[in-house]
């Protein structure tokens, strides 16, 4: 059975999802941060023999999974197909291949952060924390990130941390305006999820995203909160390794694949 979890719930989902440590980040963020439901997320449960079997947080159109060993693939193949996306650990997301889109399926791996080695030399004194009304200038540095396959529509969710507070950027300015940027998302009193380290062509390999990320990690540290993160580029790799990042698992994401009406 699949149902919306409610308060009622909230005790067994918070001990489900405690076994996933970090790579349960985002149901933990939206928990704290905005309960059980909003107009932004909501909490759906698989249920086996009356207990909790497989959780499914609901972000706008996007979707990521948390399964357990009694999960039923079958039973939530369709429930997922309702969605846009689907993200999550690489082992719980590779069951559900069959219903992604197979160009958008990606592998990254996932690491986490607890003590930050500090890395001397980088331009971090030009590194800045953005406000709200920063928001539309860094959106358009993320544009012109091919890697990041972003359009308009995506404004809406690149901005949405920093507007409600779940989120902040560091960001690097020079004359021509902001060429490098490093973001959290899913803040929660132990962690945030570090996304879109971005350095505008023509402006990289000059220490850039390094300096906003380590000023980035530094500022989350400080409040107790541990920064995770994934990636699939090597050269990001040795960056994130060389600031204290260790590697805790796999991760996948893919589109779901919608049947031509």
């Known amino acids: 059975m699949i149902r919306k979890i409610g308060e009622p719930g909230r005790e067994e989902m918070t001990e489900f999802l405690k076994k996933g440590g970090a790579l349960n980040l985002f149901f933990k963020a939206d928990l704290e941060n905005f309960g059980m439901e909003s107009p932004r997320h909501s909490f759906w449960g698989q249920y086996a023999g009356g207990r909790l079997s497989?959780?499914?947080?609901?972000?706008?159109?996007?979707?990521?999974?948390?399964?357990s060993g009694s999960s039923?693939?079958?039973?939530?193949?369709?429930?997922?197909?309702?969605?846009?996306?689907?993200?999550?650990?690489?082992?719980?997301?590779?069951?559900?291949r069959g219903i992604l889109d197979p160009r958008s399926y990606r592998e990254q791996i996932f690491s986490?952060?607890?003590?930050?080695?500090?890395?001397?030399?980088?331009?971090?004194?030009?590194?800045?924390?953005?406000?709200?009304?920063?928001?539309?200038?860094?959106?358009?540095l993320q544009l012109e990130i091919e890697e990041f396959e972003l359009d308009e529509s995506?404004?809406?969710?690149?901005?949405?941390?920093?507007?409600?507070?779940?989120?902040?950027?560091?960001?690097?300015?020079?004359?021509?305006?902001?060429?490098?940027?490093?973001?959290?998302?899913?803040?929660?009193?132990?962690?945030?999820?570090?996304?879109?380290?971005?350095?505008?062509?023509?402006?990289?390999?000059?220490?850039?995203?390094?300096?906003?990320?380590?000023?980035l990690c530094r500022s989350l540290l400080t409040e107790g909160k541990e920064p995770s993160l994934f990636y699939d580029n090597p050269q990001a790799g040795r960056i994130y390794r060389r600031l204290g990042f260790e590697t805790a698992g796999s991760w996948a994401m893919g589109t779901i694949l919608k049947e031509e009406k």
């Open 154 to 215: 995506g404004k809406e969710s690149y901005c949405d941390a920093l507007l409600s507070g779940t989120g902040r950027i560091a960001y690097l300015r020079k004359e021509s305006g902001i060429v490098s940027s490093a973001s959290s998302v899913a803040e929660y009193s132990g962690g945030a999820m570090i996304v879109a380290v971005a350095t505008r062509p023509g402006h990289r390999k000059k220490g850039y995203a390094a300096a906003c990320l380590q000023a």
């Open 54 to 67: 497989s959780v499914v947080l609901r972000f706008y159109d996007s979707q990521t999974l948390s399964l």
């Open 72 to 96: 039923d693939i079958e039973e939530l193949t369709p429930f997922l197909q309702k969605g846009r996306s689907l993200a999550g650990e690489k082992s719980a997301v590779d069951g559900f």
């Open 112 to 140: 986490h952060l607890k003590v930050l080695k500090e890395v001397q030399g980088l331009p971090e004194e030009e590194v800045s924390l953005a406000s709200c009304e920063d928001c539309d200038e860094l959106f358009e």
